[in-house]
Each structure stands twice: as structure tokens, then as C-alpha cells.
């Protein structure tokens, strides 16, 4: 990545373009804040620089990160553009308490964007969320007196329940664009890390086969794996991946496990010191939300964060890799390839976007529908087009794109019409 002035994502760059054709003097974007839990990496700095082209202040600014999912390298440029950054601490944290070290980490962000509200008095704060940390602490002072729309990124966003998750909220989480095609990007990168990680074993466990999970198991069953899988809600692929009928007997059949499920997998479950063998925990998820009853089995004593555990509980030694945090970040990278995690940050520059220029839906008193609104077809099928351009993907699943009725039916959330995207994004 370079600091120069335009971003060094392609498809970052496309949309920039598209936006600067036409009038749009009613934005206030120097009135503007975009404030986010993010990963600091590489990706995050395009788009950052990406929004600061819009003509967002750097000084409006203002990002947290994630202790796993942090380069120092990205912090500091953020800094010297004159944006506020809140790193997490690099010190050792307990097993499976990363909530808790996220939440000091937030509360000092919160406050800084309350001092920053009460100075500058914004017409709109963008808030980039990721897992529903920032809607959830998001502070009542802001919530009742200023505009926010969030941009959820994730489902386990999608799921939190609290007082403020009626916010104004686009949903980049279930749009067609990252179910459809997003999804089996990840899940390559994560089925590339396990094979990278481990030697051969059979058969593969997955937890959880929704759009990630499910990407992961067929990953794998390409490879050659034999893999397993358990679902509480019944979905098993079809691409060669056989189910099995509790998380109990996928344990006892598999001596890996990968995790893709958003949740704590191994909650309440009474039988974990009873099964007598050795187990390898993965996980294709956020935090360290997947195995946290697990980890926190393991005592309060502070270890380094990232690195492997070993957690002894009863017969069963589970050895959980990287601390429990998601297989497919690094700490200091990304294991997606540039021109494919493009398409990531450019649904988040999507949905500040549509945050921008589309109007928001009526209010119910101080919050606003609880059901989150789509992303916009046409922005999206835009974003799609565009990328399959620059990579040369081709097939019918991205031709389908070309229906903003299916990408409408496909996407999740409530349909808001925006005719300013519309006009600037539609051929």
C-alpha cells in the first residue's frame, strides 16, 4: 500500500469516480463523522483514505481496532493524516476476555466522540460497525440529540439486542454481494489457513453452515477432506459434506473443529471433559466469541494474545488455535488477496454512501425501525459489475447481478428507495 492520493484499491477508486460525477452540495461532509470498529489493516487504510477523497475531514475521523487484527504500520498513518485512532493494548489479556478488554478500549472511543460531538455539532455520524459493538455502547447523550446511521458489516451485528439497535442501520451484512460471492472468498481463505496449519486429519467438524460455514466445508470437501458437519438449524451442504446430530457426537468423530457459527459453540455443554481424546479448536468467526467457554476454562491467568492454548477439562485436551481469534487474520495482515478484499471495503464505502445521500427512513421517536435497510441494489449490482471487471470473474452466479429485482430479493433488510444512487450508479 502507498500513502499517495488515491486509494490503491481499484474498486475503491471506481466508486469515487462514480461519486464525483454530479452535483451533491447538499451533503455536509465537512459536517460529517465517521467513527468505527474496524480491523486496522492494510484494506481499512484504502478505505479510510478512500472516504477522506470524499471530502470527509481526517479530523472527523475517528477508529478503534481489534487486538488480533491491528498493524501498527496502518495506525500510524491514520494518525498522520490528523484522524484519531484508539489501538487496543498489546498486553497479555485473559482467555477468553476479549470482550472485556474490547469494551475499555470502547469506552474510551465513546468518550472521545462525545467530546468531538459536543464541539463540532455534526449534521450526521457514520458509524462502521463490526459485531454490534458500536450500536450496543453507543452513548444515549449522542443517541438521543444527533443523526447516526450504522453499517453493520457482520450477521452476529445483525443478531445483538439491546436499546439502540433501532438505530438507523444498512445492512452490508446480508446483501446478496457478500452472501453471494463474499462468503466463498472467505471461506477459501480460512479452509487455505487450516490446511496450512495443520497435517492431514480426517475427518474435518465444522460448526455452524451458514453462508461462511458452509463456504468452509466445501473448501475443504474440494480439497479432499472428508468433513463433517453440525448445524442446530438443520442446514447441511450438498457439495459431499455429511451432517451428524449434535455438537457431541461431531466432538467424538473429528478431532478438529472449525468454528463458523457467531456464538458461543460450546455453551451449557456438560459433556465436554468426558470425551477422551484431544481436540483442535479453529475458528472461522469474529472475536473470540466462538470457543469462549472453552477458553475460559483455561484460568485467569494473562497469556500472549494469539498465540495457541492448550485447555485440559476432564479426559479432553482441546488445543485452541490462536487464542480463539478467527484462523483468517494474522495480526499483521490479511490472508485475502488484495483484489479480492476489495470487494469488502467497497460494500462498507457502499453503505457510507448510501448513509450520505439517501434519506432516512421515518422515525419512531428518538430511534428508527427496528428492521435494518438494504443495501442498495443498484450500488450493488455497480460494485459487483466492476469488480468482476477488474479480476475477471465470470459465471452465472455473477450474471445474475444484473437484476437489481434478484439482488433485491437476495439482500436482507428492508428495501428504502434512494433515487441519488440510483441516478449516480445505474447505467
Same mark, same amino acid.
Given at each position: 500500500m502507498t500513502s499517495g492520493a488515491n486509494p490503491t484499491l481499484p474498486l475503491l477508486k471506481a466508486l469515487l469516480i462514480r461519486f464525483q460525477k454530479g452535483h451533491h452540495s447538499h451533503v455536509q461532509l465537512d459536517r460529517t463523522l465517521v467513527v468505527g470498529n474496524q480491523h486496522l489493516l492494510p484494506s481499512t487504510r484504502s478505505l479510510v483514505?478512500? =472516504?477522506?477523497?470524499?471530502?470527509?475531514?481526517?479530523?472527523?475521523? =475517528?477508529?478503534?481496532?481489534?487486538?488480533?487484527?491491528?498493524r501498527s504500520a496502518v495506525v500510524s498513518w491514520l494518525r498522520e493524516q490528523h484522524a484519531t485512532v484508539f489501538a487496543p493494548s498489546s498486553s497479555?489479556?485473559?482467555?477468553?476476555?476479549?470482550?472485556?478488554?474490547?469494551?475499555?478500549?470502547?469506552?474510551?472511543?465513546?468518550?472521545?466522540?462525545?467530546?468531538?460531538?459536543?464541539?463540532?455539532?455534526?449534521?450526521? =455520524?457514520?458509524?462502521? *460497525?463490526?459485531?454490534g459493538y458500536g450500536v450496543l455502547s453507543s452513548p444515549v447523550e449522542i443517541v438521543r440529540t444527533h443523526t447516526i446511521v450504522a453499517i453493520e458489516q457482520t450477521a452476529s451485528g445483525l443478531r445483538v439486542k439491546g436499546p439502540f439497535v433501532k438505530l438507523r442501520r444498512i445492512n452490508v451484512a446480508a446483501s446478496a454481494t457478500k452472501l453471494k460471492i463474499e462468503s466463498p472468498i472467505i471461506g477459501e481463505s480460512i479452509a487455505r489457513a487450516v490446511v496450512k496449519k495443520l497435517s492431514i486429519r480426517h475427518p474435518l467438524g465444522i460448526v455452524g453452515v451458514g453462508n461462511v460455514g458452509g463456504a468452509v466445508a466445501a473448501a475443504l470437501s474440494k480439497r479432499g477432506f472428508e468433513v463433517l458437519a453440525f448445524d442446530k438449524k438443520g442446514r447441511i451442504p450438498s457439495w459431499g459434506v455429511r451432517g451428524v446430530g449434535s455438537l457431541e457426537e461431531l466432538c467424538?468423530?473429528?478431532?478438529? !473443529?472449525?468454528?463458523?457459527?457467531?456464538? *458461543?459453540?460450546?455453551?451449557?455443554?456438560?459433556?465436554l471433559g468426558?470425551?477422551?481424546?484431544? !481436540?483442535?479448536?479453529i475458528s472461522g468467526s469474529s472475536q473470540d466469541i466462538e470457543f469462549r467457554s472453552v477458553l475460559r476454562m483455561a484460568g485467569r491467568d494473562p497469556v500472549k494474545a494469539g498465540s495457541d492454548l492448550c485447555v485440559s477439562i476432564?479426559?479432553?485436551?482441546?488445543?485452541?488455535?490462536?487464542?480463539?481469534?478467527? !484462523?483468517?487474520f494474522v495480526g499483521t495482515g490479511e490472508r485475502e488477496s488484495p483484489h479480492d478484499i476489495q470487494l469488502t471495503r467497497a460494500l462498507l464505502l457502499g453503505g457510507v454512501l448510501q448513509a450520505l445521500f439517501c434519506p432516512a427512513p421515518e422515525k419512531v421517536g428518538v430511534r428508527y425501525r427496528k428492521v435494518p435497510e438494504q443495501l442498495n441494489s443498484s450500488l450493488?449490482?455497480? =460494485?459487483?459489475?466492476?469488480w468482476c471487471r477488474l479480476v475477471g470473474a465470470k459465471g452465472?452466479?455473477?450474471?445474475?447481478f444484473e437484476s437489481l429485482r434478484w439482488i433485491q430479493s437476495n439482500s436482507g433488510g428492508k428495501v428504502t428507495r434512494c433515487d441519488e444512487l440510483a441516478r449516480r450508479f445505474d447505467d
Open positions: 483514505q478512500s =472516504i477522506l477523497l470524499l471530502g470527509v475531514p481526517a479530523e472527523n475521523v =475517528i477508529l478503534t481496532g481489534k487486538l488480533y487484527s491491528c497479555p489479556l485473559s482467555p477468553g476476555y476479549l470482550v472485556k478488554h474490547h469494551e475499555e478500549t470502547l469506552a474510551k472511543f465513546w468518550q472521545h466522540v462525545l467530546d468531538t460531538v459536543k464541539a463540532k455539532n455534526p449534521s450526521l =455520524i457514520v458509524l462502521l *460497525d463490526d459485531g467424538r468423530r473429528c478431532s478438529v !473443529i472449525i468454528g463458523c457459527t457467531g456464538e *458461543d459453540v460450546f455453551a451449557g455443554a456438560e459433556w468426558a470425551l477422551r481424546k484431544e !481436540i483442535t479448536l476432564g479426559t479432553t485436551v482441546f488445543n485452541v488455535l490462536f487464542s480463539g481469534f478467527p !484462523i483468517n450493488q449490482r455497480y =460494485i459487483v459489475r466492476t452465472d452466479m455473477y450474471a445474475a
